[in-house]
């Protein structure tokens, strides 16, 4: 029995929706809005069926970046001829459109390949290496606009696993970066450019902020207090800048060993929850005092109940994250526990991951072991509606868009679809 038919005996998903709704891309490795939630109306529910379709199977080689899907075009990173390469696809088939030979490779002990997931506004698509080579693609010809080098235009530390190296300098530039209208935010790095704006259509600095180290993080540009910002997780900890000229508006010290921040900035009314495996899960309100922001913590969890490298996502009031290897919901407002579950993951809880994607009043979870799990966005309680094996072990965000999932793990990209 080949592999085809052995997924197709397993059970997996499809999804019982109008054909209207499968409409949005998924641009970012945590979707449209960069937060992990479905497109409103994108899909009502998801209901776990047998012997779903597969359209297609790619074979993959190392790398951890997660695709990325723009308007039926599928983009994703591996290691191809000791490269860093990055491939434009079909989604529909599959088919070769272009690639980017993007840098030589980072290695250390969690292997070697690129680990940043492309980003694109359907115009441009901006690919990022581990050792901070930026580029920025024309999507549909893959043809090179600009390009940037964080350590040679921005004086960045590239050093890799050795000795003291923290954050990116230590295990590579990771932190997607933003696309903000005309503009790219870009977790650079270097002293004086630890934040930088460029121009979108031709790589030119707008402005340069700050002298953070990157993390692995992803920039945020949200509102707070009415003031429009780019909020990072950066090796210093959290840091707001005036979303127009970079100005420092507030800062919140948080260390940890080797600058290990990983989870993206979670965006709850005026707070920022962010976390790590040492300093715990904090959420930090942002309120303004005169003609100034003050950043101060509202609440704050022990290390138990802090995400690793798993970021969690904001459904109404609740954030449904991964610590250790319990799936938690807890009160975003409050920092109260709903509820806990076990059993999501198998992995050892210092390299457990899950991904999570939030529909309308349901949770999707993909576990690093290749499990699709489903359930109720319920703080009441854990209440599953499905779990089925779509793929093998993995560290990558699925995607999706137009009614067609794609995951990826170790060796393969797989598409399935849900409409059939």
Not at 140 to 157: P, R, V
Not at 209 to 237: E, H, M, N, R, Y
Not at 373 to 388: C, H, N, Q
Request: charge should be neutral; charged fraction near 20%; glycine fraction near 10%.
């Amino acid at each position: 029995m080949n592999q085809t038919s052995r997924l197709s005996l397993i059970a997996i998903f499809f999804l019982s929706v109008s054909v209207d709704s499968f409409s949005a891309d998924w641009p970012h490795q945590r979707g449209p809005q960069q937060n992990g939630i479905m497109s409103p109306g994108s899909i009502d529910s998801l209901h776990l069926k047998d012997e779903p379709e597969i359209l297609w199977k790619e074979a993959v080689a190392d790398g951890y970046a997660a695709p990325i899907i723009v308007k039926d075009i599928v983009i994703y990173g591996d290691l191809q001829r000791g490269k860093e390469t990055y491939t434009a696809i079909k989604l529909g088939d599959a088919k070769p459109l272009w690639k980017d030979v993007l840098d030589s490779p980072h290695k250390d002990g969690f292997g070697t390949g690129p680990r940043c997931a492309p980003v694109s506004d359907g115009e441009i698509v901006l690919l990022q290496s581990c050792k901070g080579e930026l580029h920025c693609l024309d999507l549909l010809s893959g043809d090179l606009q600009w390009s940037k080098n964080y350590t040679k235009d921005f004086g960045s530390l590239y050093i890799g696993e050795k000795g003291n190296a923290l954050g990116a300098s230590r295990h590579g530039y990771t932190a997607s970066p933003f696309i903000d209208g005309d503009h790219v935010i870009a977790l650079a790095g270097g002293k004086g450019a630890g934040i930088v704006c460029l121009n979108k259509n031709n790589g030119k600095v707008i402005w340069k902020s700050q002298d953070d180290q990157a993390a692995f993080s992803p920039p945020i540009v949200t509102t707070l207090a009415g003031i429009k910002q780019v909020v990072c997780f950066t090796v210093k900890g959290l840091v707001g800048v005036d979303r127009a000229d970079g100005k420092l508006l507030w800062r919140v010290p948080l260390s940890t060993s080797y600058g290990r921040h990983v989870v993206a900035p979670t965006i709850y009314n005026d707070m920022v929850i962010v976390g790590s495996h040492e300093v715990g899960l904090i959420a930090v309100k942002v309120t303004a005092k005169g003609k100034e922001l003050i950043a101060e913590e509202s609440w704050k969890l022990g290390k138990e109940m802090a995400p690793n490298f798993a970021s969690p996502i904001c459904m109404g009031d609740n954030l449904y994250l991964l610590a250790k290897k319990q799936v938690l919901c807890i009160d975003a407002k409050t920092g109260k526990l709903a509820w806990s579950k076990d059993g999501n993951v198998k992995t050892s809880a210092g390299q457990a991951f899950a991904a999570f994607v939030g529909l309308k009043d349901q949770v999707m979870m993909l576990n690093d072991m290749g499990e699709l799990i489903l359930f109720e966005a319920d703080p009441g309680s854990y209440k599953e509606t499905g779990r089925v094996q779509v793929c093998g072990k993995n560290w990558c965000h699925p995607a999706y868009s137009n009614g067609k999932l794609l995951i990826r793990d170790s060796r393969k990209l797989i598409c399935l679809d849900l409409k059939s």
